[in-house]
């Protein structure tokens, strides 16, 4: 009788163990960060892209829309990169220590690419970078003006 009692806590034991062994393993799904919106961000430094996306009716111009933070103290002036026919093209912005900069929402005009020529549903390259800090590249999606909260954004 013993045996058949042991032999039942050893299978309770593997079973139960087998069943929740994953949860002591696997990373946190509320600890990962990700983006929460339809855009995308990077941290350069003390500086923090969020929400970036680019909205273009035609592919071939771009608006890009994007909050920029600066968590440091002193003022920076932060670029924004894109290809354009071969050609680099940079939109800078100065941003005061502690300041958040909302481009594209309200009434501050979005930094605008001429001649990106990347369709909407596609994915601009944008290089991210201010003083010498080493910068980031995201990948930035190109949306359309058809939802309400981005038909403002088109040029």
Same mark, same amino acid.
């Given at each position: 009788?013993?045996?058949?009692?042991?032999?039942?806590? +050893?299978i309770?034991?593997?079973?139960?163990? =087998?069943?929740?062994?994953?949860?002591f393993?696997?990373?946190?799904?509320?600890? @990962?960060?990700?983006?929460?919106?339809?855009?995308? =961000?990077?941290?350069?430094?003390?500086?923090?892209?969020? #929400?970036?996306?680019?909205?273009?009716?035609? =592919?071939?111009?771009?608006? @890009?829309?994007?909050?920029?933070?600066n968590?440091?103290?002193?003022?920076?002036?932060?670029?924004? %990169?894109?290809?354009?026919?071969?050609?680099?093209?940079?939109?800078?912005?100065?941003?005061?220590?502690?300041?958040?900069?909302? @481009? =594209?929402n309200?009434? /501050?005009?979005?930094?605008?690419?001429?001649?990106? #020529? %990347? %369709?909407?549903g596609?994915?601009?390259? +944008?290089?991210?970078?201010?003083?010498?800090?080493?910068?980031?590249?995201? @990948? /930035?999606p190109?949306?359309?003006?058809?939802?309400?909260?981005?038909?403002?954004?088109?040029?």
């Amino acid at each position: 009788m013993s045996t058949r009692i042991a032999a039942s806590v +050893v299978i309770a034991a593997s079973l139960l163990l =087998g069943s929740t062994g994953c949860a002591f393993f696997s990373p946190i799904a509320t600890g @990962l960060k990700y983006d929460p919106s339809d855009g995308v =961000g990077t941290t350069v430094g003390d500086v923090e892209v969020r #929400n970036a996306v680019a909205v273009s009716s035609d =592919g071939v111009d771009a608006n @890009l829309a994007v909050v920029v933070i600066n968590t440091g103290e002193d003022t920076v002036k932060v670029g924004f %990169q894109v290809e354009s026919d071969g050609e680099k093209l940079t939109s800078t912005v100065l941003v005061s220590g502690g300041e958040t900069i909302s @481009l =594209g929402n309200g009434d /501050v005009p979005g930094l605008v690419f001429p001649e990106v #020529n %990347q %369709q909407p549903g596609g994915l601009l390259p +944008v290089y991210v970078q201010y003083g010498s800090e080493p910068g980031a590249e995201i @990948l /930035v999606p190109v949306l359309t003006g058809e939802l309400p909260e981005y038909e403002h954004l088109i040029l």
